[in-house]
Structures are given as C-alpha cells and as structure tokens.
C-alpha cells in the first residue's frame, strides 16, 4: 500500500548546489517523515512535519508541506559528497493503528 | 543514543531452512516492526508490534512469522526460507503511541540470501 512517491528516482548534483526531492501522496495525512539511507544500510530519521505545520528546518535541511497539493519537498543546502544517500518519505495517517507508509525513495548521488 | 541491533548484517541460508532474525532495542520502545527492501519496491511493511506478545500484520506476512515474548526484542521467523524471500530486512522501533505516529529508529539491516 504505497501512498508517498518521491521525485525524481535519481538525482546528481555538484558539491555545494543545493538539491530538492519532492513527495506526493494520495489521501490526507497526520505527518510525513523523511528517512536517509546510506548504501546498504538502515534509514535515519531526518524531520517529521505534522499536517498543521507548512515549513520545518533542521541545519541544512528544509522540510516543506502543503497538504492541499498533497505534496511535501525536501531542500537539502550546499550539498557534501557525504550527503549522497538515498532519500525517503513516509506518511502517517490517523486511522485505527495504521503504520507509516514509505515511498520508494529518491537516490541522491553529490560529486565532489 | 538509541540502538537498534540485528543478530546477523549477512546471512546465507538454504531453500527449506527455518531462518531466525532477531531484533533488540534498548530504549524501552513499546512498538517494533519488520520490514523487507527490494530494488525498485521500497519498504514493504511485514509484521509490527505495539506491546509484548502482541502481533500486527503488515502489507506482505505470507511466509513469515514474529514473536514477541520480551519487550526489548522482536524476532522474525521465516518458517521455511524460499528463494523469492532473499531480501534486505530492516527492523525498526519507536515509542508508544500509534504505530506511524512517532519517528521509528533502523537497526543496521539484515542481508538474506536463499540459496
């Protein structure tokens, strides 16, 4: 049951560029989360904006929600070779004890 | 910091075998869950658990099992292992609350292959 599809499946980007994956989803939402994952390995929590919220910030990172597009973006700044990862969304919605929904992840390479 | 460990990064197992995965946490999170990851199919949800002995499936539990008997760890059988189940199995937990509500936190992953 795939709700969030990030955009695009691929992205390469120079060190110090900035990059954006975006994330839409199909029905409304409580929160949506954003996951790293390095090659091979488990995912990292990065944000999680709750439905109320339309903007969070945490160092380089830019979380942005608009739920009447059902879209978020993630704004990554002046981008490092040890960014490159790839990136998921998850989507939580309130409805008896559903978990959250991953999409299938946007595969970010940096080039030094 | 929170920890999530899993028994085995690699394991190599035959077409047949009953597989064990094991999962502890050490924060004191009430909800764990299981999930496999496959190129061009993301994380798919298995199996996940709100409290001790209890047992929620997810998008794909055919072929697989859990149990729960401790609150600190959740294991994930494969009862008899088949070739289609070579996968990455990620474990995840978080704090109470519903099951999506609240970040959840990876253990390292597991890399199944059934030979």
């Known amino acids: 049951s795939q709700q969030g599809e990030e955009d695009p499946q691929a992205l390469s980007i120079q060190e110090g560029e900035n990059a954006t994956m975006n994330c839409s989803y199909k029905?409304?939402?409580?929160?949506l989360q954003w996951y790293r994952q390095n090659s091979g390995r488990g995912l990292v929590h990065l944000i999680l904006?709750?439905?109320?919220?339309r903007e969070k910030h945490s160092g380089r990172l830019r979380v942005t929600l608009d739920t009447s597009k059902k879209s978020s973006s993630l704004l990554i700044t002046a981008s490092r070779a040890a960014d490159t990862a790839s990136y998921f969304c998850a989507t939580f919605t309130y409805s008896g004890n559903t978990p959250l929904v991953f999409g299938k992840g946007t595969r970010l390479s940096v080039i030094a | 910091d929170v920890k999530v460990t899993q028994s085995s990064r690699y394991l190599v197992k035959r077409t047949g075998e009953k597989v064990f995965l094991e999962c502890v946490q050490d924060?004191?999170?009430?909800?764990m869950f299981w999930y496999r990851q496959d190129p061009g199919l993301g994380l798919r949800l298995i199996y996940f658990?709100?409290?001790?002995?209890?047992?929620e499936k997810g998008d794909i539990p055919e072929g697989y099992s859990v149990s729960r008997e401790k609150k600190e760890r959740f294991s994930l059988i494969l009862e008899s292992a088949s070739t289609n189940q070579t996968s990455m199995y990620l474990c995840a937990s978080s704090f109470r609350g519903l099951a999506g509500q609240y970040e959840q936190y990876f253990g390292p992953g597991t890399r199944l292959t059934v030979t």
């Open positions: 029905t409304s939402i409580n929160n």
């Open positions: 904006i709750r439905s109320n919220e």
């Open positions: 924060m004191d999170h009430e909800n």
């Open positions: 658990s709100y409290d001790v002995k209890m047992k």
